[in-house]
Structures are given as structure tokens and as C-alpha cells.
């Protein structure tokens, strides 16, 4: 059954509100592991370069790849179906994570929940593009993309919630086992309360119909738009150093003082998450809007100012003398960092044909995630103990992690490379969306 929800601005913003949930699902599981790494990592005695290949390449690797198959089927089937199934696939494989004894099991569960993920953004953003007409899309998928600091704050919160009295009562597999059963029963309430909208309702009329895209048609066409390229290359290099922030934060703390509270840990940094890295992801969102209507290069701007912003804030906090200071400065990295998300799911939906835009949004996760998932996690683990063979284990995460945080000015020269060619682009999308309705 397909449902337009445009002439229904309460139904609109509920179908948004309900995919923001899901996408906040999402980075909750992302996020766990590395909230509990010093947990997983002392039980299962894994080293840091297995733990970096755990939270990244393990997880990536079949994320990547199969986003790219399902992202086609989203295009051409149902995608509500395709996003509750992916769902209660990666939920699954959540609570099986909470059952491995070894660092074999532990990665072939974490490659599991890729694989579900793998389904999850593609069809959701398109969704939202058939919800949103193209001057309201930054600022929608900005909401959506608010699912990610959310996901993220609520990750803290729960290990709070369902962790012990001290800091050596962390039972790190109950925790993945709730969460695996919560997806589950979310992926079922999805799927009997959300309909399919029409697919490219923003930009056909009522009429219309769209051919669907062959799949070497799709990603020749994508690969070919200079500015969603260079969007992708700058995500996925902030992205980089993102991920590789996460995944080693409670680590570093765990070292720098062995004798901060923990629990206390996870609820400030789920705070500082709910508000700063959502606030900014907000802002972000709707500041690309404003400045994007007088010029188009907002998009391109605006990420590359914030970035840039969060640079000194990034790499100061893991210098800081203390445990709030460095929580201090983290804060502002978090509030500039959320900015580039709305602007560059925005990029990715409105210069994709209407046909392709799920497998834009595979495209552009395939890039993101190989690189900065995949890529940033593992590269960090592997730094940090290639820096060990010199310094103690404090100086040589601080200096892995300054190397990583200089990977931000090249975030920066990627989206100023989008400034460049973005006029030109979304200006050609407009012509190409514009005849796929005529040809019709």
C-alpha cells in the first residue's frame, strides 16, 4: 500500500519522528561498543588493533558492500518492508553480540549487525525525499540525522541504567542483549504502522509515474556529479576522526583516571551528546536552509567553517588536564561537528536523480563508512599500539589521536572542493528531475 503524507503535515512529521527513532536504534548499537570497550576488551582480552577492527572494519566491511544490493531493492520494492526487516536483522544480531566468548564470535556478530544496517538508511532517506520538497530537505534530514546524537546519548544512558553499583559491576552482555530485543519489538510496531508514500512526490505530479534505473545506470550517473563526490569524501574524512573519537573516548579516560566514576562518565557524555552534538546537527540543519536559498554554496561553506572550528577543540581534549576539561572541550567539538550531517544528506538526496535516491544514500555510506568506520577506528587502534612501543599507554593514545585529528583539514578541503561545483550540480538535478517527469 502506498500513502502520500505530503497534504498531512501531523502525518509527515510523524513518519520523520518514527525514522529519526529507527536511525537513533542505529548508533545505539554503533556506539555500545565502544562505551564498553575497556569491558569487552579486558573479558574477551582483546588487543587494541582487535578492537579497533571490531568496532570499524568488522562492522563496515559487510555494511558497505551490502547497502549497495539492498539500496537497488529500495529503489524498485517496498521500503518500509525492507527497513523493518533490516531492523529486526540488526537487532538480532545485537543481542548475539552479548553471547560471543571470543574475538572470532564477537566479529562475526558485529559483522551480522552491519549487514541488517546495511538496510536501514537508504530507504529512510528516501522516504523522507518524497516527504520534504528540496528547500526543506536539509532541515528534514537534519531531524533525521539528529537520530545519530540521540542514538548516541541514549547509548550512555542505557549502560548507566543497566550497569552496576561501581564501575566493576558493567555486565557488558545484558546490556546487548536488551537492546537486541528492544530493535526487535521496534522493527515490528515499523512495520504495521508506516505506509509507503509515492515515490517522488515532491518533484511529479499526482500522474507522473518514474522509470526505474538500471544499477550500472545509478552509480555511473552518481559518480559522475563532482560536488556529491567531493560531499562524500568530506563526511567521510570528518567522519574518520568522528569514529575514532568514539571508539577510543572511555578508553583514554579509563587510563588518564583510572579513579573517574564511570557511571558518571556515561551520563555526562550522554548529556553533552543530547545536547551539543544535537544542537549543533539542529543548527546546522537549519542554517544550510537559510543560507542555502540566498546561496547555493551554503552547503558546501557551512561544513567546512565548522569543521574547521572543531579542530583545535579535537585535538585539546585529548591533551586537557583533566578529566572535565577534556569532557569541556569535547562539548564543543560535538556542537560543531553535528553541523555538516543535514547539509550533506541533503546533497545526496537532492542531486540524485529521483529514481536513485536510495542508492545515493548506499553510495554515499558506502564511501563514509569504508573510510571513516571502517577506516578510522582501526587506523586508531593500530596507531595506539604502534605508539606503545615507545610511550606509556596515556602518551601513546594522545599522540595516535592527534595524528587521527589532522585528518579533519582534509574534511575541510573536501567541502570547500563542494562550494566549487555545487551551483552547477543542483541546478542540473533540478533539469534532469524535471525531464524523468515529462519523459513519463
Given at each position: 500500500?502506498?500513502?502520500?503524507?505530503?497534504?498531512?503535515?501531523?502525518?509527515?512529521?510523524?513518519?520523520?519522528?518514527?525514522?529519526?527513532?529507527?536511525?537513533?536504534?542505529?548508533?545505539?548499537?554503533?556506539?555500545?561498543?565502544?562505551?564498553?570497550?575497556?569491558?569487552?576488551?579486558?573479558?574477551?582480552?582483546?588487543?587494541?588493533?582487535?578492537?579497533?577492527?571490531?568496532?570499524?572494519?568488522?562492522?563496515?566491511?559487510?555494511?558497505?558492500?551490502?547497502?549497495?544490493?539492498?539500496?537497488?531493492?529500495?529503489?524498485?520494492?517496498?521500503?518500509?518492508?525492507?527497513?523493518?526487516?533490516?531492523?529486526?536483522?540488526?537487532?538480532?544480531?545485537?543481542?548475539?553480540?552479548?553471547?560471543?566468548?571470543?574475538?572470532?564470535?564477537?566479529?562475526?556478530?558485529?559483522?551480522?549487525?552491519?549487514?541488517?544496517?546495511?538496510?536501514?538508511?537508504?530507504?529512510?532517506?528516501?522516504?523522507i525525499?518524497?516527504?520534504?520538497?528540496?528547500?526543506?530537505?536539509?532541515?528534514?534530514?537534519?531531524?533525521?540525522?539528529?537520530?545519530?546524537?540521540?542514538?548516541?546519548?541514549?547509548?550512555?544512558?542505557?549502560?548507566?541504567?543497566?550497569?552496576?553499583?561501581?564501575?566493576?559491576?558493567?555486565?557488558?552482555?545484558?546490556?546487548?542483549?536488551?537492546?537486541?530485543?528492544?530493535?526487535?519489538?521496534?522493527?515490528?510496531?515499523?512495520?504495521?504502522?508506516?505506509?509507503?508514500?509515492k515515490?517522488?512526490?515532491?518533484?511529479?505530479?499526482?500522474?507522473?509515474?518514474?522509470?526505474?534505473?538500471?544499477?550500472?545506470?545509478?552509480?555511473?550517473?552518481?559518480?559522475?556529479?563532482?560536488?556529491?563526490?567531493?560531499?562524500?569524501?568530506?563526511?567521510?574524512?570528518?567522519s574518520?576522526?568522528?569514529?575514532?573519537?568514539?571508539?577510543?573516548?572511555?578508553?583514554?579516560?579509563?587510563?588518564?583516571?583510572?579513579?573517574?566514576?564511570?557511571?558518571?562518565?556515561?551520563?555526562?557524555l550522554?548529556?553533552?551528546?543530547?545536547?551539543?552534538?544535537?544542537?549543533?546537527?539542529?543548527?546546522?540543519?537549519?542554517?544550510?536552509?537559510?543560507?542555502?536559498?540566498?546561496?547555493?554554496?551554503?552547503?558546501?561553506?557551512l561544513?567546512?567553517?565548522?569543521i574547521?572550528?572543531?579542530?583545535?577543540?579535537?585535538?585539546?581534549?585529548?591533551?586537557?588536564?583533566?578529566?572535565?576539561?577534556?569532557?569541556?572541550?569535547?562539548?564543543?567539538?560535538?556542537?560543531?561537528?553535528?553541523?555538516?550531517?543535514?547539509?550533506?544528506f541533503?546533497?545526496?538526496?537532492?542531486?540524485a536523480?529521483?529514481?536513485?535516491?536510495?542508492?545515493?544514500?548506499?553510495?554515499?555510506?558506502?564511501?563514509l563508512?569504508?573510510?571513516?568506520?571502517?577506516?578510522?577506528?582501526?587506523?586508531?587502534?593500530?596507531?595506539?599500539?604502534?605508539?606503545?612501543?615507545?610511550?606509556p599507554?596515556?602518551?601513546?593514545?594522545?599522540?595516535?589521536?592527534?595524528?587521527?585529528?589532522?585528518?579533519?583539514?582534509?574534511?575541510?578541503?573536501?567541502?570547500?572542493?563542494?562550494?566549487?561545483?555545487?551551483?552547477?550540480?543542483?541546478?542540473?538535478?533540478?533539469?534532469?528531475?524535471?525531464?524523468?517527469?515529462?519523459?513519463?
Amino acid at each position: 500500500m502506498s500513502e502520500n503524507h505530503t497534504a498531512n503535515p501531523g502525518k509527515r512529521t510523524f513518519v520523520l519522528l518514527l525514522l529519526t527513532l529507527v536511525y537513533g536504534f542505529n548508533f545505539v548499537d554503533r556506539q555500545i561498543v565502544g562505551i564498553l570497550a575497556p569491558y569487552i576488551q579486558a573479558d574477551l582480552e582483546l588487543t587494541n588493533t582487535q578492537l579497533g577492527l571490531l568496532i570499524g572494519l568488522a562492522f563496515a566491511a559487510l555494511y558497505t558492500i551490502i547497502a549497495i544490493p539492498i539500496a537497488w531493492l529500495a529503489d524498485r520494492y517496498n521500503r518500509v518492508n525492507i527497513l523493518s526487516i533490516s531492523l529486526a536483522i540488526w537487532s538480532g544480531f545485537t543481542a548475539l553480540t552479548g553471547m560471543a566468548n571470543n574475538f572470532t564470535q564477537i566479529a562475526l556478530a558485529r559483522a551480522g549487525v552491519g549487514i541488517g544496517e546495511a538496510g536501514g538508511s537508504p530507504p529512510s532517506h528516501s522516504i523522507i525525499s518524497d516527504l520534504y520538497a528540496k528547500e526543506e530537505r536539509a532541515g528534514a534530514l537534519g531531524i533525521y540525522s539528529m537520530g545519530i546524537p540521540f542514538g548516541i546519548m541514549f547509548a550512555y544512558f542505557a549502560t548507566a541504567m543497566l550497569m552496576g553499583q561501581d564501575n566493576n559491576e558493567v555486565d557488558w552482555r545484558r546490556i546487548f542483549v536488551i537492546l537486541g530485543l528492544a530493535g526487535i519489538g521496534l522493527a515490528v510496531i515499523l512495520r504495521l504502522v508506516l505506509r509507503e508514500p509515492k515515490r517522488g512526490a515532491m518533484e511529479l505530479s499526482d500522474t507522473e509515474k518514474i522509470e526505474k534505473a538500471p544499477f550500472k545506470e545509478s552509480i555511473k550517473t552518481l559518480l559522475t556529479i563532482p560536488s556529491w563526490w567531493f560531499m562524500c569524501l568530506g563526511i567521510a574524512l570528518g567522519s574518520f576522526v568522528s569514529y575514532s573519537f568514539s571508539a577510543f573516548q572511555t578508553k583514554y579516560i579509563a587510563v588518564f583516571d583510572p579513579n573517574f566514576d564511570f557511571k558518571t562518565l556515561v551520563i555526562v557524555l550522554g548529556v553533552i551528546n543530547g545536547i551539543s552534538y544535537a544542537g549543533g546537527t539542529y543548527l546546522g540543519a537549519k542554517c544550510a536552509d537559510l543560507w542555502g536559498k540566498k546561496d547555493i554554496r551554503a552547503y558546501g561553506f557551512l561544513p567546512a567553517i565548522t569543521i574547521a572550528c572543531a579542530l583545535p577543540f579535537a585535538i585539546a581534549g585529548f591533551w586537557a588536564s583533566t578529566v572535565w576539561t577534556h569532557l569541556i572541550y569535547t562539548t564543543f567539538m560535538l556542537l560543531f561537528l553535528g553541523a555538516y550531517l543535514g547539509p550533506c544528506f541533503a546533497i545526496a538526496q537532492t542531486l540524485a536523480p529521483i529514481n536513485m535516491r536510495a542508492m545515493s544514500t548506499a553510495l554515499f555510506f558506502f564511501i563514509l563508512n569504508m573510510i571513516a568506520l571502517g577506516g578510522g577506528p582501526t587506523f586508531s587502534g593500530w596507531l595506539i599500539d604502534a605508539f606503545k612501543e615507545t610511550y606509556p599507554d596515556l602518551e601513546s593514545i594522545r599522540y595516535a589521536m592527534t595524528v587521527v585529528c589532522f585528518v579533519f583539514v582534509l574534511s575541510v578541503a573536501s567541502f570547500i572542493m563542494v562550494s566549487k561545483y555545487i551551483r552547477r550540480d543542483w541546478a542540473a538535478a533540478e533539469a534532469r528531475n524535471e525531464s524523468l517527469g515529462s519523459d513519463s
